[in-house]
């Protein structure tokens, strides 16, 4: 019999799997049974579509059976079966490899990364058993099939005898080791527990032999051990249960069970509504970034059931994009089972859910900051961006929503602060919130733009997100205060008369100065000027109108690169020793003032972090300085 060989990347996966370290083995069972219940799942709805079957609840269950004597563990479901070609290529190939690509070999070769990552699925298997089969027919199929895999060499497929529909699993439970026993696995006490554990909510019946002693017929002390078939799952799905009656546990299971993430969740939220439209939810909000999540191929959605049916998998119309990072479900008795995705968008029903989630979830949101910073904290590193582009979007329809949820690193707190913290602090006299955009924080730092703000002792929010300058203008104030970035022509500090006058008239007394090097620098910069907030740095750019340099960076790395340019001011600080060098060779010595005009335009794009357009010449220029 030809021996078949698995995809590269599935094998690749089987061998970690066989060779796993990974803690919580006891999973491989919660898998199968979830796939199994999938498996019914499918029957189901050609039944709901399909007269010729009818849909006999009794008739579709899981059997978990085990046997100590042959060491193996059989789990049967009477679902829709696979075909030859389906086991080949179902099971013969990792349904998620694409995912793989994504990680590098470190990650990968930790097989607890990727179990956590990934879960994968019908695999786990192996972490118990050394060889796996597989006997299934098909719905509508007169044969059946056995596939067989001893692990990662391979596997083999053979015609066989199967009378019902559906699948059969058969492990063959490795031998116990000093680290792991195994055979705990054939034993109906952990088996039990593991299903109540995992599967309690499957909503067919989990079936076990349970052997229980009893007293003999006609006896009072002879004891005989009776078999009877059990099931072992409550079948309530945990939406319809009471919260009180649950615990967080409960949750995180029903969470990795749905495959809603691979993380801990950091909060869930159940909803149960009973007024105007009827339905009951449950929502997480994860902990950890999907890998995928800031990519075109991520799609927001819920799951959505009507009556504990599930309709569609991932319902986009119930959540808005800035909260696309949520995971749950919604159930609602008031939605039609067979209704189509056209028609259930515009469902009134389906509507309401929508906005009475949306304000729950931001409720919830509210509720992280204020009760546990730190957790908020965690959710905003992986989220915050996502709730920016929620301000910034549908023309800021939006920002009244989200304008407290957003935060921003403070000059002054070293921390995240939220607008509202920023402003009740803010000194009676400062007109603005300000901030300055940079790369990272430790730029901002050392920004020469920042100098007379923070001299003033005022807070600085700095922006290190493409989004964030974007979002602010689209927000415009917070409480009445505007936003003024650092760089701003005006800053609304009022520098005393003396000092206003005294740099009017050396703006006079230095026009030619000024004029002689802004003809240097010609269309590069829209005007030369003295500094206002310079204190000791000898030169930097700003802006005047309304898209900053920051604004103009963002949108030129756009993959339709809008050609946009910021209004450019180089300032100069006229304190400086060497605006007296400037001056010198005003007078002295024009190309030397050339070199020094460019010297200094250059130093000034290299500290806001722009391109130098000729690095060549730069250092050429420095060198004409040294010698
Ligand atoms: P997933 O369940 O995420 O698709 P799995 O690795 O768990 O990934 O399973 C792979 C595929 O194998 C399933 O999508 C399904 O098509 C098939 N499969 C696994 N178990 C069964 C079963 N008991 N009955 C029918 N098909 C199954
Ligand atoms: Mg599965």
Not at 422 to 446: C, F, H, L, W
Not at 453 to 480: C, H, N, P, Q, R
């Amino acid at each position: 019999m030809a021996k078949k060989q698995f995809k590269a990347e599935s094998k690749r996966i089987l061998e970690m799997m066989i060779n796993s370290i990974y803690s919580h083995k006891e999973i491989f069972l919660r898998e199968l049974i979830s796939n199994a219940s999938d498996a019914i799942d499918k029957i189901y709805y050609k039944a709901l579509t399909d007269d010729s079957l009818s849909f006999n609840k009794d008739s579709y269950y899981i059997k978990v059976s085990a046997d100590k004597e042959t060491r193996t563990l059989k789990i049967s479901d009477t679902g829709i079966g696979m075909t030859k070609e389906e086991l080949e290529n179902n099971l013969g190939v990792i349904a998620k490899s694409g995912s793989l690509a994504f990680k590098n070999e470190n990650e990968i070769k930790d097989g607890f990364d990727i179990i956590g990552q990934f879960g994968v699925g019908f695999y786990s298997a192996f972490m118990v058993a050394d060889v796996v089969t597989v006997i299934s027919k098909a719905l509508g199929s007169d044969e059946a099939y056995k596939w067989e895999s001893k692990g990662a060499d391979g596997y083999t497929i053979v015609p066989f005898e199967k009378d019902e529909v559906g699948t059969e699993i058969i492990l063959k439970i490795k031998e116990d080791t000093e680290e792991e026993k195994y055979g705990d696995y054939l034993e109906e006490y952990r088996l039990k527990s593991i299903i109540k554990k995992y599967s309690d909510f499957i909503r067919y019946p989990i079936k076990m032999d349970i052997t229980t002693s009893k007293l003999k017929d006609d006896s009072e002390n002879e004891f005989e051990d009776v078999v009877e078939e059990q099931v072992i799952n409550s079948m309530v799905p945990i939406w319809r249960k009471n919260k009180n009656e649950l615990k967080d546990e409960d949750y995180e299971n029903f969470y990795a069970e749905k495959r809603y993430g691979f993380d801990k969740p950091i909060k869930h939220i159940h909803i149960s509504v009973d007024g105007a439209v009827r339905y009951n939810a449950i929502l997480f909000i994860p902990e950890k970034i999907p890998f995928d999540y800031y990519s075109k191929e991520f799609e927001k959605g819920l799951e959505l059931y009507s009556n504990g049916v599930l309709i569609m998998e991932k319902c986009p119309d119930l959540l808005p994009d800035y909260f696309s990072f949520i995971k749950g479900m919604v159930d609602s008795e008031d939605l039609s089972l067979n209704i189509s995705r056209e028609i259930l968008q515009h469902d009134r029903q389906l509507k309401l859910i929508a906005k009475n989630i949306k304000t729950k979830i931001k409720n919830e949101l509210q509720k992280l900051l204020k009760d546990d910073r730190a957790k908020y904290d965690e959710f905003y590193k992986s989220f915050g961006r996502q709730l920016k582009y929620g301000i910034y979007s549908d023309f800021g329809s939006n920002k009244a929503d989200l304008q407290d949820l957003i935060m921003f690193y403070s000059s002054k707190e070293k921390k995240m602060v939220t607008l509202d913290e920023y402003v009740s602090k803010m000194p009676e006299e400062q007109k603005y919130i300000y901030y300055a955009v940079g790369e990272t924080n430790e730029r901002i730092d050392k920004l020469p733009q920042t100098e007379l703000v923070a001299d003033k002792g005022y807070e600085i929010l700095y922006f290190t997100e493409d989004i964030d300058e974007f979002a602010i203008k689209m927000l415009m104030t917070y409480k009445d205060k505007e936003f003024r970035s650092v760089s701003s022509g005006d800053l609304g500090i009022e520098a005393d008369e003396t000092q206003t006058d005294k740099t009017d008239t050396d703006q006079d007394a230095n026009k030619e100065l000024f004029d002689y090097m802004k003809g240097v620098l010609g269309d590069k910069v829209k005007d030369v000027r003295i500094s206002k907030r310079l204190k000791s740095h000898p030169v930097c750019l700003t802006s005047e109108g309304e898209l900053s340099i920051e604004m103009e960076k963002v949108l030129s790395m756009m993959p339709d690169g809008q050609k946009v340019k910021a209004d450019k001011i180089l300032e100069i600080n006229i304190n400086h020793d060497v605006f007296k060098s400037l001056q010198a060779a005003f007078t002295s010595d024009k190309d030397k003032l050339t070199l020094y005009t460019n010297l200094l335009y250059n130093q000034a794009l290299l500290i806001e972090g722009l391109p130098i357009n000729d690095p060549v010449e730069f250092t050429n220029d420095i060198c004409k300085v040294m010698v």
